[in-house]
């Protein structure tokens, strides 16, 4: 085994794009010894390895995510993948999901912009997106009288205590707890919904319980909650941050509204909300011209592949009207793919579109600079912006 050339896990969380193009210049599959394991940077084997559960599973005991909330359908592969997962997949097929959510996500995000529209100055991320998404899962869920800030709280400490597990340090106690809160979030709403005096429409909870004990339900809600917030919440700030870091970009989505789905698309290409996922080699095989051991760790960088040169040229430009942006591979590919893409796609556009809408003159607060950070999961820890408040206010 030959490693590549030393990088951290520091350097990996701070800006991990020039790293990770000189990994691939080395070749498409390397061994990092900071990750402990191979690093995927190329597009065609990053979607080889994750559509071949078979070779490389998500079904092992150092995954952590399953070290924090149990399996799911997450951290499972096969036939108890499909039973998970299977519960979850129709309210999430995009037709169903715009009918339901649509108008919803539109009042929500009015509501959350008409309190900040007056003050000129604000941030963005937790005062906006974040909560945004957090409304839209709770509801998506059927969560009863859980506050926003609950969920948010809940959310946070799960993904906090995942990071710590990827960085090679302890979980810590304030993951597991959330979930135990979570959990009997999930229960209380399914006995709720059960109950011959229940709400009239079953929730999303209420009718998994069909088919999964309250258990699985648990373990599938907190990743349908860590995935709808995490993937939306850095959808919006990561493109809201793209679209005003660069001169004039903001003036073309707002003379056409239009493009900014293509903004979303763009946005998720250059900088995936989840930069990595792992998988395990069952069993040795060769990938790349590397010579892969069983048991061992395969992280497949997101991020690195969706700035693969040979798939994207001028990787690493944002560019609104590429052709191929909606290659990008930031929901995930084969049977992992990311249920709640067409979601978080709606919440995005609606998102922005309201923000540059309602907020003219929207631009970067200079004294306040942010660019998306993180080893796993990758966004502005805050997005300090300012807008032309209306006269008198």
Request: charged letters at 25%; proline letters at 7%; one cysteine or more.
């Amino acid at each position: 085994m030959v490693p590549a050339p030393s990088v951290t896990l520091a350097e990996l969380a701070a800006d991990p794009h020039p790293h990770l193009a000189r990994l691939r210049a080395e070749g498409p599959v390397v061994w990092v010894e900071a990750l402990g394991g191979w690093l995927v940077t190329g597009r065609e084997l990053a979607v080889r390895v994750m559509r071949d559960a078979a070779t490389f599973t998500v079904d092992d005991p150092r995954f952590t995510t399953a070290r924090v909330i149990g399996p799911s359908m997450l951290s499972l592969d096969g036939a108890e993948h499909a039973r998970h997962r299977d519960p979850f997949v129709e309210p999430f097929k995009p037709r169903a999901v715009h009918a339901a959510f649509a108008e919803s996500i539109a009042g929500e995000a009015g509501r959350l912009l008409d309190g900040l529209a007056g003050r000129g100055a604000g941030e963005l991320r937790r005062g906006f997106a974040g909560p945004l998404a957090a409304v839209v899962m709770a509801d998506v869920l059927g969560l009863r009288n859980v506050p926003v800030p609950d969920v948010l709280g809940w959310y946070d400490a799960i993904v906090a205590a995942v990071d710590r597990l990827t960085r090679g340090e302890e979980a810590g106690a304030e993951g597991p707890a959330a979930y135990a809160a979570l959990r009997d979030a999930v229960a209380a709403t399914v006995r709720a919904d059960g109950a011959p005096d229940g709400p009239a429409a079953q929730g999303l909870l209420a009718g998994a319980a069909e088919r999964l004990g309250v258990g699985d339900i648990a373990a599938n809600a907190a990743v349908l909650l860590f995935g709808g917030i995490e993937t939306t919440e850095g959808m919006i700030v990561n493109a809201l941050y793209h679209l005003l870091s660069e001169p004039g970009l903001a003036d073309e989505v707002t003379a056409d509204p239009g493009l900014i789905g293509d903004a979303v698309e763009e946005s998720l290409r250059l900088e995936p909300g989840a930069a990595v996922v792992d998988r395990y080699a069952t069993a040795g095989t060769d990938l790349g011209g590397a010579r892969i051991g069983a048991g061992d760790l395969v992280v497949v960088s997101l991020a690195g592949a969706n700035r693969d040169p040979e798939v994207f040229p001028d990787p690493d430009r944002f560019d609104l009207r590429r052709p191929n942006s909606r290659l990008q591979l930031a929901f995930a590919h084969g049977p992992h793919y990311c249920l709640g893409a067409h979601l978080a796609r709606l919440e995005a556009v609606i998102a922005l579109r309201a923000c540059f809408e309602r907020l003219p003159g929207l631009r970067l607060d200079e004294d306040r600079p942010s660019a998306p950070y993180g080893l796993v999961f990758r966004k502005p820890r805050e997005l300090a912006v300012r807008w032309d408040a209306p006269a008198g206010r």
